[in-house]
């Protein structure tokens, strides 16, 4: 792959991160007014819009992007991930941004932890260390000191551990069916699910959050848009470590916007845990190049 796909590929991820990020603000909002359910709902009614766009436009159509020889993997697929989206939003409302997306940066950790017992991967013993030294961080971020542990706390490290498994659901799917196939199921199965649990949770919405609302969505479909160009034009683990830069965005909006403090164990406890997760890549890349 040529540099210039690659620097490409780096600031499409950066774009992304950055309207995620954005995408995670709203969200903030909007769930800190209105029920978090009803809130993931509407989102992903427009991200199932989207999904379908983008299938028709396809070879096949519909019909071909649904086309699975594994639909129970993939509904538990789509079920995890907006199962996960809600126990995020829910952290935003608990915990902020600054904290939330500090915690939840161990994800890439979590991915290697488990890639052994869901892939059947080798996981050498330096990134045993490093995913080690993570979660070090981890608890320093979390802080639960000599009093009671504040159970909210738990609540982004869930969601991490939700989108982990997602991500690598998403690997195991891939060895027989393509990326149109589960981004289909991901936002159409997601968009059903939310539909029976978070109409339940109607809430009339005042005029000027619609707007926010519609540009949570609007966000959604861009991000979603933005990470598949960048994997199109690059390599995923040249892309990846850009991906912390979510972490940055975040925070700065949390502090910012939401007038959230940050605490040094927070600075300090994500520092470990980012940069063990940039060490955990950096082992898996090189050994992809030694086997390749």
């Not at 290697?112 to 979660?135: T, Y």
């Not at 991906?243 to 164990?265: H, M, R, T």
Request: hydrophobic share 60%.
């Amino acid at each position: 792959m040529s540099e210039q796909n690659t620097r490409a590929g780096i600031w499409l991820m950066v774009l992304t991160t950055f309207i995620f990020a954005m995408q995670d603000g709203i969200s903030r909002h909007l769930a800190g007014e209105y029920n978090v359910l009803m809130v993931v709902m509407i989102r992903y009614w427009f991200f199932a819009a989207f999904v379908m766009a983008v299938a028709s436009r396809k070879a096949g159509g519909l019909r071909a992007a649904a086309a699975t020889r594994q639909p129970i993997l993939q509904g538990f697929r789509a079920l995890l991930l907006v199962t996960e989206i809600c126990v995020m939003v829910l952290g935003f409302t608990l915990l902020g941004l600054v904290e939330s997306h500090a915690v939840f940066a161990c994800y890439p950790l979590l991915i290697a932890a488990l890639s052994g017992p869901v892939l059947g991967e080798n996981v050498g013993w330096r990134r045993w260390v490093a995913i080690g030294v993570g979660f070090i961080g981890v608890i320093i971020i979390l802080e639960p000191g000599f009093g009671v542990f504040d159970p909210r706390a738990v609540v982004p490290l869930a969601s991490a551990l939700m989108f982990a498994l997602y991500g690598l659901l998403t690997r195991f799917a891939a060895r027989k069916d393509s990326a149109a196939t589960s981004f289909f199921w991901t936002g159409t199965v997601g968009a059903v699910a939310m539909t029976a649990v978070g109409i339940w949770f109607w809430e009339p919405m005042t005029g000027p959050d619609w707007a926010w609302m519609g540009l949570l969505c609007i966000t959604g479909a861009a991000g979603h848009f933005t990470l598949i160009k960048c994997y199109e034009v690059a390599e995923a683990s040249a892309v990846q470590p850009f991906a912390y830069l979510q972490l940055v965005f975040a925070a700065s909006l949390g502090i910012v916007v939401f007038g959230e403090g940050i605490e040094w164990n927070v600075v300090l406890g994500a520092t470990i845990v980012v940069a063990a997760g940039l060490f955990t890549l950096s082992r898996a890349r090189a050994r992809a190049a030694e086997e390749s």
